[in-house]
């Protein structure tokens, strides 16, 4: 079976920041996820940032599995682009959890 080039090869992870989003009389709350990556020369920069909501109403026992679905969507994104590691995803969902419980 052949392999799709994968158009970002060689990106590698730099960076990221997770900054609230405030909402004015929303019924969810936002975290915006800003990731720094470095291309190889002659490439383009991979543009990788998201948004995260969760409900207001939702009870604090189901952010975990919020967060997890989240990770596990930007880890699909990432693979489908480049074959680099994905080891920095678990400081992004540790740094995403800490942001849900305090806000």
């Given at each position: 079976m052949t392999s799709a080039?994968?158009?970002?090869?060689?990106?590698?992870?730099?960076?990221?920041?997770?900054t609230p989003v405030p909402l004015?009389?929303?019924?969810?709350?936002?975290?915006?996820?800003?990731?720094?990556?470095?291309a190889p020369e002659g490439m383009t920069?991979?543009?990788?940032?998201a948004d995260f909501d969760i409900p207001v109403t939702?009870?604090?026992r189901s952010y975990e599995k919020n967060v997890d679905s989240f990770i596990a969507g930007m880890k699909s994104a990432w693979e489908r682009r480049t074959s680099t590691s994905t080891d920095?995803?678990?400081d992004i969902k540790s740094d995403l959890m800490k942001a849900v419980n305090a806000g």
């Open positions: 080039h994968k158009v970002y090869e060689g990106t590698t992870y730099v960076s990221h920041k997770v004015r009389h929303s019924p969810t709350k936002r975290w915006h996820v800003a990731i720094t990556t470095i920069n991979l543009p990788v940032t939702l009870p604090k920095w995803l678990a």
